[in-house]
C-alpha cells in the first residue's frame, strides 16, 4: 500500500537537493506534488521530471511575500481540490562573521527562511483546519540546535523554525494538523558537493557515522512525519545527521 495515495504536498524549494528528492520520494508513495520555487528553470525541470511519476504542478513564488505565499496554497486547493502536506523547505545562505555581516544579508536570510515558512504556513493552515486534517513539516538545521560560525542570520532563522514548530503544534493539534521539524546535517546536496575538498573533508570528521547524508535520507524522514505512521508525532524536533547533535 502507498503511505501518501491520494495526498496533496506542497514542497517549497523543491526544484533541488532535499526538496527535489524529497518530491520524488512522496511521488512514488502516491502523493500529488505541488512544486514551489523561486528558481523557475530548476522548478519547471524538477516538475518536468516527476510527471513521469504523478500529477505535478510548478508554481513560482518568492515565499517571504505573504500575498505570494496566499495565492500558492489557493491555486493548489484550486487545481489539486485540498493540501494534505506542507514541507517547508526553501531557504538561502547569506554567510559572514558577525562584524562583516550587513543588515541586507542578515534580513534576507530571515525573510526567506523565517518569514516564509511563516507565510507559506499560514496560508495553507487555513485549508487545513477547514478539513480537519494536516501535516506541517519545517526545515530547521542542526546549526539551529548548537551554532555555527559565520552564521548568525542562518542559525537565527533555524532556531525560529523550531520555536515556531513548537507554537504551531499547540495551536494546531487541536484542529487535526500535526506540525513538526527536522534538522539536517551535513547532506549531499549539489550545493555542498560544489564545496572544496579540503572543507568536506573537515566537515565529515565532526560526523559519528564519517560521512555525508544522502538527500533521500532525510526525504525519507520527512515521508514518515507526512504518513500515518506518525499520527502521534506532534511538536518535536528530529535530528538527521549522522549523530553529530547527540
Not at 70 to 77: L, S, Y
Not at 134 to 152: E, P
Not at 157 to 185: D, F, H, Y
Request: contains cysteine.
Amino acid at each position: 500500500m502507498l503511505r501518501l495515495e491520494n495526498k496533496v504536498a506542497i514542497i517549497t524549494g523543491g526544484g533541488r537537493g532535499i526538496g527535489k528528492a524529497t518530491a520524488k520520494r512522496f511521488a512514488e508513495e502516491g502523493a500529488k506534488i505541488a512544486i514551489v520555487e523561486f528558481d523557475e528553470a530548476n522548478g519547471k525541470a524538477a516538475a518536468d521530471e516527476l510527471s513521469e511519476l504523478t500529477e505535478v504542478a510548478f508554481l513560482q513564488v518568492d515565499v517571504s511575500k505573504r500575498n505570494q505565499a496566499q495565492q500558492m496554497a489557493q491555486a493548489v486547493v484550486d487545481h489539486f481540490g485540498k493540501i494534505d502536506i506542507l514541507l517547508n523547505n526553501a531557504g538561502i545562505l547569506r554567510d559572514a562573521q558577525l562584524l562583516k555581516m550587513t543588515e541586507e544579508d542578515f534580513d534576507a536570510v530571515i525573510s526567506v527562511n523565517l518569514k516564509g515558512a511563516f507565510n507559506c504556513g499560514q496560508a495553507v493552515a487555513e485549508h487545513m483546519v477547514e478539513q480537519g486534517s494536516g501535516r506541517i513539516i519545517n526545515v530547521s538545521s542542526v546549526v539551529g540546535l548548537y551554532g555555527n560560525f559565520g552564521q548568525s542570520n542562518y542559525v537565527a532563522s533555524k532556531a525560529g523554525i523550531i520555536g515556531m514548530t513548537k507554537v504551531w503544534a499547540r495551536e494546531l493539534g487541536r484542529k487535526g494538523i500535526c506540525v513538526n521539524a527536522v534538522a539536517p546535517g551535513f547532506i549531499g546536496t549539489e550545493m555542498v558537493e560544489a564545496m572544496p575538498q579540503k572543507i568536506i573533508d573537515a566537515m565529515v570528521s565532526k560526523v559519528p557515522l564519517q560521512r555525508m547524508g544522502a538527500p533521500e535520507e532525510v526525504a525519507n524522514v520527512y515521508l514518515f512525519l507526512a504518513s500515518d505512521d506518525a499520527s502521534y508525532v506532534n511538536g518535536t524536533v528530529i535530528s538527521v545527521d549522522g549523530g553529530v547533535v547527540t
